[in-house]
């Protein structure tokens, strides 16, 4: 459980407040995060942070607040760039976690500034003729396709055709097949008829040593 202290705040107090309250800002938290955290480090109740922060600290640190709510908009924005430029943003946006400024050596925050816009631009120059690189690619590749599913399409078309005349000439053939066996049948019919009626016509008659003979 945090101590809480009633003594008055020293001079390191203050800048610990200030410290990780702007931390705080620049990167989009709360203040009663910041007050919170505060508590924890120095063994006060965050309201008493919070109340020395409104009450005394915030009025020296104007001008870093500021700033730090700058640097909290130039990150959200960078963000919200879209995902192809992901790597260029990345790097264009890297920045101190303490400070709030891009890390570098001997330049100041504006000419680094600068130089990261150019350099970003000129990335995104690469990567937008990348881009448009590929995409002539894919519209090559896509008019190929076109072409190729209309040749599929007339092959398509042709065989469909023919399987359609195949069909017919089998209805055409099925039939005089059918119509054949009609014929034959009716020509065994009468031939069976025939045959009948000549067993009819015929007559016979027993001789006198007991044969048959047919009667004319």
């Given at each position: 459980?945090?101590?809480?202290?009633?003594d008055?705040?020293?001079?390191?107090?203050d800048?610990?407040?200030?410290?990780?309250?702007?931390?705080?800002?620049?990167?989009?938290?709360?203040?009663?995060?910041?007050?919170?955290?505060?508590?924890?480090?120095?063994?006060?109740?965050?309201a008493?942070?919070?109340?020395?922060?409104?009450?005394?600290?915030?009025?020296k640190?104007?001008?870093a607040?500021?700033?730090?709510?700058?640097?909290?908009?130039?990150?959200?924005?960078l963000?919200?760039?879209?995902?192809?430029?992901?790597?260029?943003?990345?790097?264009?946006?890297?920045?101190?976690?303490?400070?709030?400024?891009?890390?570098?050596?001997?330049?100041s925050?504006?000419?680094?500034?600068?130089?990261?816009?150019?350099?970003?631009?000129?990335?995104?120059?690469?990567?937008?003729?990348?881009?448009?690189?590929?995409?002539?690619?894919?519209?090559?590749?896509?008019?190929?396709?076109?072409?190729?599913?209309?040749?599929?399409?007339?092959?398509?078309?042709?065989?469909?055709?023919?399987?359609?005349?195949v069909?017919?000439?089998?209805?055409?053939?099925?039939?005089?097949?059918?119509?054949?066996?009609?014929?034959?049948?009716?020509?065994?019919?009468?031939?069976?008829?025939?045959?009948?009626?000549?067993?009819?016509?015929?007559?016979?008659?027993?001789?006198?040593?007991?044969?048959?003979?047919?009667?004319?």
């Amino acid at each position: 459980m945090t101590a809480v202290r009633q003594d008055a705040w020293s001079t390191e107090d203050d800048l610990i407040l200030a410290e990780v309250t702007l931390r705080h800002i620049r990167e989009g938290s709360t203040q009663l995060a910041a007050f919170e955290e505060v508590g924890e480090k120095i063994g006060r109740t965050s309201a008493a942070c919070g109340f020395r922060w409104n009450s005394c600290v915030r009025k020296k640190y104007e001008s870093a607040i500021s700033n730090a709510k700058a640097q909290r908009q130039k990150r959200s924005y960078l963000r919200k760039q879209p995902a192809i430029l992901g790597p260029q943003v990345a790097a264009l946006a890297t920045l101190d976690a303490e400070e709030g400024l891009f890390k570098t050596e001997g330049v100041s925050d504006e000419t680094l500034s600068m130089d990261a816009v150019i350099r970003f631009l000129r990335q995104w120059k690469g990567t937008a003729q990348e881009s448009n690189r590929q995409l002539k690619m894919l519209e090559k590749e896509l008019r190929e396709k076109e072409d190729e599913l209309l040749e599929l399409r007339c092959e398509n078309d042709r065989l469909s055709k023919e399987v359609n005349e195949v069909q017919t000439d089998y209805r055409v053939v099925n039939d005089d097949y059918k119509a054949l066996i009609q014929i034959m049948d009716r020509a065994r019919r009468l031939a069976f008829l025939s045959e009948e009626e000549e067993e009819l016509k015929t007559r016979f008659k027993m001789d006198a040593n007991g044969n048959l003979e047919r009667i004319e």
